[in-house]
């Protein structure tokens, strides 16, 4: 089965697919890390539509949600109403899980984009590609998969550096207010706007949770994360101090959970 010829509105992009639109999307040119790699949310009703998704696919690994399509590694991920509990997918019969947390918030927020082949997906904001990110890291980084954290740093840099996405500090009936909080530093207080979007997208008690799991800990490995890309050369979160004030910024606009936001 083509899954691309599925509905657009019930596909969305996420992973490297969706990083790169998004990066191209707010107007930079510089090459991204690559991956072969293609990561693909689906909204299914139950695990009966999954199952009838992958039916005529090859498994590749033993993740249960990867396959081989062509010459591609596709991570097929079910959310929607296959979840149980939210934030839970259960798409194989022995009750095998997959974690989808705040995959149908950040679905609801997305964009639609029409790809050069003319098939119509979704695609998550800036803020909602964070929020997986975080919760990526928060689950993997420890296993050493770093990428989580080169992206988060992505993500900063698109707000620090895209009137798009940080033009409401200027407002001061917006978030003007987070220039002030960062003592009038346009980088820090873009990654303080980060995250607010991320709350605002993924709802107040999904971004509770996420604060709580993206401790003080886990954000100083991910600030100690080595990060070698040509995008994030010229950045001005190259040191060790400066990505983790980010990250304490990024964690204390996105979680009333505030007791250990600055901890470091």
């Known amino acids: 089965m083509d899954i691309t010829a599925r509905p657009g509105e019930q596909i969305m992009l996420v992973g490297a697919s969706a990083r790169d639109l998004i990066h191209r999307g707010l107007g930079f040119d510089s090459e ?5 790699d293609i ?22 690994g033993d993740t249960r949600i990867r396959f081989r399509i062509d010459k591609w590694s ?16 259960v798409p194989h019969p022995d009750g095998h899980t997959v974690d989808v947390f705040a995959f149908q918030e950040v679905f609801d927020g997305a964009e639609l984009y029409r790809l ?10 800036a803020a909602g590609y964070a ?18 954290a ?17 033009d409401s500090l200027y407002d001061y009936e917006k978030d003007a207010d987070l220039f002030e909080l960062a003592n009038f530093d346009q980088d820090l207080a873009s990654t303080y706007l980060l995250g607010r979007h991320i709350r605002a997208t993924i709802g107040g ?7 709580t799991l993206w401790n003080p800990a886990s954000r100083k490995l991910m ?19 400066t990505r983790l004030q980010y990250f304490n910024a990024i964690h204390a606009a996105l979680s009333a959970v505030q007791s250990q936001a600055n901890n470091d």
């Open 131 to 148: 929020a997986l990110k975080i919760k990526a890291w928060v689950d993997k980084g420890a296993l050493g998969w770093t990428k989580h």
């Open 39 to 60: 990561d693909i949310a689906i909204a299914v009703p139950d695990r009966f539509a999954y199952q009838s998704v992958i039916t005529n696919l090859e498994p590749e």
């Open 150 to 166: 080169r992206d988060l740093s992505y993500v900063c840099m698109w707000y620090q550096n895209s009137p798009g996405l940080n």
């Open 32 to 36: 991204l890390a690559s991956t072969t």
């Open 205 to 211: 008690a999904l971004a509770d949770q996420l604060g």
């Open 74 to 89: 596709v991570d097929l991920i079910p959310f929607g109403g296959i979840e149980n509990p939210s934030g839970t997918a």
């Open 116 to 125: 050069p082949e003319g098939i119509e997906v979704r695609v998550p904001t």
């Open 223 to 241: 600030a100690s994360s080595e990060r070698n890309d040509r995008f994030l050369a010229s950045a001005k979160a190259r040191d060790y101090d």
